[in-house]
């Protein structure tokens, strides 16, 4: 019914930029967050960065100042804007839908993209 779909990964060197996109669609009438997770091999998956409906933000510390998160125009979509990458935050990103609405049910849903490869190397 909802599918996140994530673009944007990519071979990076150290310090260097890569932003990355985050379209979600199907049956949604509504998306009360989104926001970005990673996991490393071996690794628990951690927060990056969250974006609510209202534009709040919250970024995990290692990422103040570095990182940017968004919402597009259109509402269902969101980029992180990733500057200054170091050689430990190779990952699998991942896009997450929080509390979702769908146009078919009164529930709240929690949906998950498939993920892009973030690998900083030089």
């Known amino acids: 019914q909802v599918q996140l779909v994530e673009s944007g990964g990519g071979l990076v060197q150290p310090g260097g930029s890569l932003r990355l996109s985050c379209a979600a669609s199907?049956?949604?009438?509504?998306?009360?967050?989104m926001g970005w997770y990673r996991q490393a091999p071996g690794k628990q998956r951690e927060v990056v960065a969250q974006?609510?409906?209202?534009?709040?933000?919250n970024y995990r510390d290692s990422v103040k100042g570095r990182f940017t998160i968004s919402r597009g125009n259109a509402k269902n979509t969101v980029y992180l804007q990733m500057n200054s990458l170091k050689p430990e935050e190779p990952a699998v990103y991942y896009c997450?839908?929080?509390?979702?609405?769908?146009?078919?049910?009164?529930?709240?849903?929690?949906?998950w993209g498939q993920g892009t490869q973030v690998t900083v190397s030089s």
């Open positions: 974006i609510t409906s209202g534009g709040n933000t």
């Open positions: 997450n839908a929080f509390g979702v609405r769908l146009t078919t049910s009164w529930n709240e849903y929690n949906y």
């Open positions: 199907g049956n949604i009438f509504s998306i009360g967050a």
